[in-house]
């Protein structure tokens, strides 16, 4: 039994959902769309901060299931957008019964809709709730490059597993957990990735 993280964006799917994620909300509040509009302009500078504090925009004040039940536009997409060798190579996992854990820097929630089975655990961007509902701030930073790291192991801690045997990433802002996985796995690097990477000796799939 192994231990195999994979990130989301671009490597389970062959694309960057979040675009969706954002469509999908923006039809559900578009009341709130100037309100995003504003945050993304604030956070600008920071991409990954940006998206997290316009999607916290449009989610503040709604229950998480009110959320997950009206994401169906984006888990229309995501499945539209999964690359189906690696997700064979995912379900080739669980048939092993390895643990496995995708970490992502997009909002926990919208990625639990999409992947529910019980052998797949989610560590992603998690957003503050109070009496149930968004309050539309963090609560934990977002799940990329080394946090996404640093969110993983503590996951790990809690399960009492100290390693991780494989991870597989599209992109060289994944090298941290990368290089603390005994294997990594690029799926469809760009050229810059497997430059940056080669120090590794990935596996490469394409």
């Known amino acids: 039994m192994s231990l195999v993280v994979f990130d989301f964006d671009s490597t389970l799917t062959d694309t960057d959902t979040i675009k ?24 600008s500078k ?33 499945n539209i957008h999964l690359r189906k060798n690696i997700m064979q190579i995912l379900e080739d996992h669980i048939a092993k019964n390895d643990n496995i854990i995708i970490a992502t820097a997009s909002p926990s929630f919208a990625i639990s809709k999409v992947f529910d089975k019980k052998e797949i655990n989610i560590v992603g961007t998690e957003f503050s709730k109070e009496n149930g509902l968004f309050t539309g701030e963090l609560k ?9 790291l640093i969110m993983v192991q503590k996951f790990l801690e809690n ?5 991780i045997d494989v991870a597989y990433s599209d992109h060289y802002s994944d ?8 294997k990594a796995c690029l799926v469809f690097p760009d050229k810059i990735t497997l430059e940056k990477t080669k120090f590794l000796n990935p596996y490469v799939i394409n």
Request: overall charge positive.
């Open 140 to 148: 934990t930073p977002v799940c990329f490059g080394r946090q996404k």
């Open 175 to 182: 090298i941290p957990i990368l290089s603390f996985a005994k």
């Open 159 to 163: 399960i009492g597993i100290k390693s």
């Open 46 to 78: 920071n991409i990954q901060k940006s998206k997290a504090e316009i999607i916290g925009a449009f989610i503040k004040n709604k229950s998480e299931s009110f959320i997950a039940d009206n994401l169906i536009y984006f888990k229309q997409k995501v």
């Open 20 to 43: 969706y994620l954002l469509i999908n909300l923006f039809k559900l509040f578009p009341h709130r769309s100037i309100n995003a509009f504003i945050k993304a302009l604030i956070f």
